[in-house]
């Protein structure tokens, strides 16, 4: 049984995403589909990287990931398959891959593929259902296009390292109001030599000092800062809303400061 998951900004008031799945089971009956989320907000690469980068592993290998975010191809942006870690992703080349993946791809595969109509406003149902559902029926990968190189890169997003200084940002607020950032747990643990540090948020009267393990941790309504599932920090209350409480938005600075002494 062939899974294909679908992650689009699509929402679900209108039809798009009725035809979408239609698409997919007019081609392959069989399929398997799962929506991870069509509630991105719109063209919002950034929140689409962070959704499937926190799941995709949990799926079995040889899942299939349709990425539906800004998705129309022009001189700039391509259309392309990728494989990693035994998984397929098929979207736009407009840099949510390099959000998503830490490493080089094992394939990249340009998308070539004959349009059914003339009408080019729904590439993620023309174009990627097509090769979502030759990859089902256990087709080549090759024969979908040519193998090219590399993808376009996105590194702005990415946490900045100094001497005594990790400068992120929050880049996902979700429905808990929890704020995730930018600042991976890898990056943190290289700085293990200090043994106190500063996690200073927008407000310059609010910092957290401790990472702690549940959100229990703390009393209810209390700040607190703990590494997600995702591997990821975030910022969190205790049963409360860090996001409007705290007044932290995506974008926002997120530094964390460690202290020689």
Avoid: W
Avoid at 167 to 189: C, E, P, W
């Amino acid at each position: 049984m062939a899974i294909i998951t679908l992650t689009t900004d699509l929402g679900t008031k209108d039809y798009y995403l009725g035809s979408l799945k239609g698409a997919i089971l007019s081609q392959f009956p069989e399929a398997s589909i799962v929506d991870i989320s069509h509630e991105v907000a719109p063209f919002d690469i950034l929140q689409a990287s962070i959704i499937i980068k926190s799941c995709y592993q949990d799926f079995p290998q040889g899942t299939i990931h349709i990425l539906g975010i800004n998705p129309e191809a022009n001189q700039q942006t391509r259309h392309v398959l990728t494989k990693v870690n035994r998984h397929y992703f098929i979207g736009a080349d407009n840099g949510i891959f390099s959000l998503i993946f830490d490493s080089k791809p094992d394939v990249i595969i340009e998308l070539d593929l004959p349009q059914q109509t003339d009408q080019l406003t729904f590439p993620t149902k023309d174009i990627f259902v097509t090769a979502a559902c030759h990859l089902a029926r256990g087709g080549s990968p090759e024969v979908l296009g040519p193998k090219v190189n590399d993808l376009k890169e996105l590194s702005m997003f990415r946490a900045v390292t100094e001497e005594y200084l990790i400068r992120g940002m929050a880049t996902y607020v979700d429905h808990y109001g929890n704020v995730l950032t930018n600042i991976h747990k890898s990056t943190f643990q290289s700085y293990a030599q200090f043994k106190s540090f500063s996690i200073s948020l927008k407000r310059s009267d609010y910092e957290i000092h401790d990472i702690s393990a549940s959100y229990s941790d703390v009393p209810e309504g209390e700040k607190l800062a703990i590494f997600s599932s995702s591997g990821y920090l975030e910022i969190a209350i205790n049963k409360g809303n860090a996001h409007q409480l705290l007044g932290i938005n995506k974008s926002d600075i997120i530094r964390i400061d460690f202290h020689v002494n």
